[in-house]
């Protein structure tokens, strides 16, 4: 039988992230024996030997590994339909719309003002994130709607409408040499010895080869940026969150970035289906350039 239990899988994956009976059984309260007959009986039921036991500890087979990978999942989508549940069994519950700190900000702003004025639309609740997080809020149900970008975040599984389409910027320290250029390359911003660019952390949480600094939110890369320790190259509308400090360059020959507002396949709300209808209206309407 293939079916497995929500209990099962917390098991599993407490033994599998503590790699030791012992703690994972503190961490869910209960004794080390029925843990470990728990898994016994798991490992039994799949046929698969999920964990290696010696005298050295406890290590995950190459078994173990994917059931942890789906166990993760699987106890997210459940979280997540708890989560949607409530909030649809809630009439005055507002929409949650998940963005970028400082992408998208006149995109964004425009939308709520036309939210605002059809006395019909559900209230939106804006929650701002860092980079990339969009996605983990949008399958956790802790958001309903996202903006996002290509070919940047991750959009997979997620039905998605097209809203804008723009270049690309390099923001710079004001006093670097190249802040008084029209325009750069590529190339250019990619081979600044004095300024290399910064490093986000991938899905797993390391970091890609380079001498740029290791950053984690965008307010620290703003402020190495202002001190001269590093440069980005961000699409054009992002330079709402520009410090003084910094100066935006036009780079021509960068990818276009095309923002998106993105949801969960799965979902049958109106209240989403009228704010994406909300967001497609706007796509059309040239939005004003940034300020320098």
């Given at each position: 039988?293939?079916?497995?239990?929500?209990?099962?899988?917390?098991?599993?994956?407490?033994?599998?992230?503590?790699?030791?009976?012992?703690?994972a059984?503190?961490?869910?309260?209960?004794?080390?024996?029925?843990?470990?007959?728990?898994?016994?009986?798991?490992?039994?039921?799949?046929?698969?030997?999920?964990?290696?036991?010696?005298?050295?500890?406890?290590?995950?087979?190459?078994?173990?590994?994917?059931?942890?990978?789906?166990?993760?999942?699987?106890?997210?989508?459940?979280?997540?339909?708890?989560?949607?549940?409530?909030?649809a069994?809630?009439?005055?519950?507002s929409?949650v719309?998940?963005?970028?700190?400082?992408?998208?900000?006149?995109?964004l702003?425009?939308?709520?003002?036309?939210?605002?004025?059809?006395?019909?639309?559900?209230?939106?609740?804006v929650?701002?994130?860092?980079?990339?997080?969009?996605?983990?809020?949008?399958?956790?149900?802790?958001?309903?709607?996202?903006?996002?970008?290509?070919?940047?975040?991750?959009?997979?599984?997620?039905?998605?409408?097209?809203?804008?389409?723009?270049?690309?910027?390099?923001?710079?320290?004001?006093?670097?040499?190249?802040?008084?250029?029209?325009?750069l390359?590529?190339?250019?911003?990619?081979?600044v010895?004095?300024?290399?660019?910064?490093?986000?952390?991938?899905?797993?949480?390391?970091?890609?080869?380079?001498?740029?600094?290791?950053?984690?939110?965008?307010?620290?890369?703003?402020?190495?940026?202002?001190?001269?320790?590093?440069?980005?190259?961000?699409?054009?509308?992002s330079?709402?969150?520009?410090?003084p400090?910094?100066?935006?360059?036009?780079?021509?020959?960068?990818?276009?970035?095309?923002?998106?507002?993105?949801?969960?396949?799965?979902?049958?709300?109106?209240?989403?289906?009228?704010?994406?209808?909300?967001?497609?209206?706007?796509?059309?309407?040239?939005?004003?350039?940034?300020?320098?």
């Amino acid at each position: 039988m293939d079916d497995l239990e929500t209990r099962e899988l917390r098991y599993f994956v407490a033994v599998a992230e503590e790699l030791h009976f012992g703690r994972a059984a503190g961490r869910l309260g209960m004794e080390q024996p029925p843990l470990s007959r728990a898994i016994r009986r798991l490992e039994q039921r799949l046929g698969v030997q999920l964990f290696d036991r010696d005298r050295r500890g406890v290590a995950l087979t190459d078994a173990g590994m994917v059931l942890l990978r789906e166990a993760r999942a699987a106890l997210d989508g459940v979280a997540a339909a708890a989560r949607r549940t409530r909030r649809a069994g809630d009439a005055k519950q507002s929409l949650v719309l998940a963005t970028k700190a400082g992408a998208s900000h006149e995109l964004l702003r425009r939308l709520l003002d036309a939210l605002a004025s059809d006395p019909g639309a559900a209230p939106v609740e804006v929650l701002l994130c860092e980079v990339g997080e969009q996605a983990g809020l949008l399958r956790g149900g802790q958001a309903d709607v996202a903006l996002m970008h290509r070919p940047f975040d991750d959009l997979a599984g997620f039905d998605t409408e097209n809203l804008c389409v723009e270049g690309q910027v390099a923001i710079l320290p004001a006093g670097h040499p190249l802040a008084s250029r029209d325009q750069l390359t590529l190339a250019e911003v990619q081979n600044v010895p004095d300024l290399p660019i910064a490093r986000w952390p991938r899905l797993d949480g390391s970091y890609p080869d380079g001498p740029g600094p290791e950053v984690r939110t965008q307010s620290q890369l703003a402020q190495l940026v202002a001190l001269g320790k590093t440069l980005l190259v961000i699409p054009a509308s992002s330079r709402a969150w520009q410090w003084p400090e910094h100066v935006a360059v036009p780079v021509v020959d960068a990818p276009k970035v095309t923002t998106v507002i993105a949801w969960p396949p799965t979902s049958r709300s109106q209240a989403i289906a009228s704010l994406v209808r909300s967001a497609a209206r706007l796509r059309d309407t040239a939005l004003p350039a940034p300020a320098d």
